[in-house]
């Protein structure tokens, strides 16, 4: 399984009695998230020292087990166990759970992604996406850091080419991870941030910020992200979003589902697939759905199966056909192969409505041009030898939870990469045919339905 073991079957967790920050809280919690104590000693506990305090308690809930999150005196910031070792299990919940938040204004939900983020909020009895400053519905989850100031988000993404080894992105691929990880070292290999070994084993980013070297944990990145996130509710509804309170922490096939209405559907039995292909990962989840209860019946996928490595095959091919063409070789440069990486992934996303697309790159070498086409069937000719641990992932899952495919009822669709036609044809030809889920755009449907969700328990 590529989840973690959790000791419950479902992660539906509630904080309750979270604080507000005050002058005593660590600065992590008020500069970097601007996530009240409890929640930030709840995400990032192994942040936080013995000397670092929280003014209250607060409790997180599954079932009958419980943790005790900051309170008064010594050890505040740690996770200390009430119940069957749950603290043993968050460090992984922010790798690929949605948020639900609430405060005096709407419930909002946030998918805090590997490649992209997104915000919805309830509103007139509809989810409602926000849209970022650019207008745009989906922000990168990157962070650069410059001499001057910390970007987030599309601004940080922009300085990819001119700022490559203080760009981070693709940081939720470290979290719980060691540095010794064999998935660690080959990441390594492609980014071009460093990545180091720090205390414990314990892989830290090292940039250089406002003219010092700094280290940063993937968890203090992601909450740089996910605070950049929360402003957006604030933009929309022109005031402060302190005392925001995370009402849940949801797992994310269970969001899909609920965003599609599959959880309010007529009484009976149903079997649903949810398929994410998102930026990093594939992640494969069966959910059973019974007046309106819903189950993660099994679940598989591939942790390095996403859109970046439908991207790199992009990548390598134009780094040889630039080399033939320009007799240079741009594979050890940081500068080109970000622009590239760039360019590449806009061409995926055009290559999923046309059939032909161009790359186009000035000045990405010593003054020299790429120019160059792509067809659909050359970049599915790239990625032949991808598609098919998609359907492997799928037939896993079903083998895990003893089906076949007629027993499926329906089919999701989440994450961006699953707009790539060629995965839909063959999800679609697995399951004889069968129509699949996927009016609502893949990249919001988890935000989506962690925002319904968040008005439900508001």
């Known amino acids: 399984m590529l989840r973690p073991e959790f000791p419950f079957k479902s992660c539906q967790i509630t904080l309750e009695n979270v604080p507000s920050c005050n002058e005593s809280c660590p600065p992590v919690s008020v500069e970097e998230s601007s996530l009240p104590c409890g929640v930030v000693s709840f995400q990032l506990r192994e942040l936080l020292s013995d000397s670092q305090e929280c003014s209250r308690e607060s409790r997180v809930r599954s079932g009958n087990d419980s943790v005790i999150v900051g309170g008064e005196g010594g ?9 069957t070792g749950l603290a043993a299990a968050f460090s992984h919940i922010t790798s690929y759970q949605a948020m639900a938040f609430k405060g005096e204004r709407p419930a909002i939900g946030i998918d805090l992604g590997m490649t992209y983020s997104c ?11 926000i849209a970022n400053h650019q207008g745009k519905r989906t922000t990168p989850s990157y962070v650069a850091f410059t001499d001057t100031e910390r970007l987030i988000g599309d601004a940080a993404k922009n300085q990819v080419a001119t700022n490559p080894t203080n760009n981070i992105f693709d940081a939720k691929r470290l979290i719980g991870r060691k540095f010794s990880d064999n998935s660690v070292k080959s990441d390594i290999k492609l980014w071009p941030f460093k990545v180091i070994d720090g205390p414990g084993g314990k892989p830290l980013i090292g940039v250089s910020y406002l003219g010092e070297k700094k280290q940063f944990a993937a968890e203090e990145v992601s909450s740089m992200v996910l605070r950049k996130m929360k402003e957006r509710q604030a933009t929309k509804d022109a005031g402060a979003i302190a005392g925001l309170k995370v009402i849940k922490l949801i797992d994310e096939p269970t969001e899909a589902a609920i965003a599609y209405g599959l959880d309010k559907m007529e009484s009976g039995k149903k079997n649903v697939m949810v398929f994410d292909l998102g930026g990093g990962t594939l992640d494969v989840s069966l959910l059973t759905i019974e007046d309106g209860n819903v189950h993660i019946t099994a679940m598989a996928g591939d942790s390095h199966l996403g859109g970046d490595d439908f991207d790199s095959r992009m990548v390598n091919h134009f780094v040889q056909k630039f080399k033939r063409m320009q007799k240079e070789d741009i594979s050890g440069s940081a500068r080109p192969l970000s622009m590239l990486r760039n360019a590449c992934e806009r061409a995926k996303r055009a290559l999923s409505i046309a059939v032909q697309t161009t790359v186009e790159i000035d000045s990405i070498f010593e003054g020299l041009d790429l120019y160059s086409t ?20 799928v037939e896993k899952c079903l083998r895990e939870a003893g089906m076949g495919n007629h027993s499926v009822d329906e089919v999701v669709l989440v994450g961006g990469s699953a707009r790539i036609l060629k995965v839909q044809q063959l999800i679609r030809a697995f399951f004889d045919g069968k129509e699949l889920r996927k009016s609502i755009n893949p990249e919001e449907a988890i935000a989506y339905g962690a925002a319904g969700k968040g008005n439900e328990e508001a």
Do not use: K
């Open 374 to 393: 792509i067809t659909r069937e050359q970049f599915e000719e790239l990625n032949r030898n991808l598609f098919p641990r998609c359907i492997e992932a």
């Open 75 to 83: 050890g505040g910031g740690a996770l200390r166990p009430a119940g």
């Open 119 to 129: 915000v919805g909020v309830w509103r007139d009895d509809h989810v409602e996406i």
